[in-house]
């Protein structure tokens, strides 16, 4: 599943390559439509002024979200909810998002308000700076990561085709180094005590910080 959403994302920034908005529109939707977390990515192309890729993005989800229940009941969304709404999932070491950070921390509403704090400031940000499209995408996708209830190791593939895009840095060396970071040993550390559960737990966390803080 990692690698077909980090294709979905490849693919969307080959087409904006190629100036198909429509196309982008729609490699984004189908990730919205599998992670609706990614809701952040096409809303912040909205406000950044590209209209087409973000409507279209809306529809292509809309669609394809509206298949399960048709095939399958209203009951998968709950079954969804009720697996984003697990306490002892949310705190599993890996799980790189605010929430999975604070709630192992104990603090859970902290990662629903630090969730909310990051989107009015990038609302701001990008009605004030206008980025760039490599530039919002990158950030909108790093986004979308940190807001999700539950971003596991494997997702960090689809920040790929965004690191590509950007000019290195010793920073995000750092913060792609911390990405590497082997899942096996944070399973095998996290246990030795409640200061190796805090620290392997937030690796992943704070790259996502670190390349969040360079793209701004």
Not at 92 to 121: C, E, K, P, Q
Not at 150 to 161: N, Q, S
Not at 173 to 185: E, N
């Amino acid at each position: 599943l990692y690698t077909v959403l980090a294709g979905f994302v490849a693919m969307a920034y080959i087409a904006k390559k190629h100036e198909r908005a429509l196309i982008v529109g729609f490699f984004v939707g189908l990730l919205v439509a599998f992670k609706p977390n990614f809701l952040a990515w096409a809303g912040l192309l909205f406000l950044g002024g590209y209209w087409q890729i973000a409507v279209t993005a809306g529809i292509t989800a809309g669609i394809l979200s509206i298949l399960p229940a048709l095939i399958h009941g209203i009951e998968v969304y709950d079954q969804w909810i009720s697996a984003v709404q697990d306490c002892t999932l949310t705190a599993v070491v890996g799980n790189s998002s605010f929430h999975g950070m604070w709630t192992r921390i104990g603090l859970d509403w902290m990662g629903y308000v630090l969730s909310a704090v990051l989107v009015l400031i990038l609302v701001v940000w990008v009605w004030t700076r206008r980025p760039d499209w490599a530039t919002l995408s990158a950030v909108g996708i790093v986004t979308a990561l940190l807001i999700s209830p539950l971003a596991w190791p494997g997702y960090m593939l689809i920040l790929m085709p965004a690191l590509f895009m950007q000019r290195w840095s010793l920073a995000l060396s750092v913060a792609c180094w911390l990405l590497t970071f082997p899942f096996m040993l944070v399973n095998m550390l996290h246990s030795i005590s409640q200061l190796h559960f805090l620290a392997t737990g937030s690796i992943y966390h704070v790259a996502l910080l670190i390349i969040l803080l360079v793209m701004l």
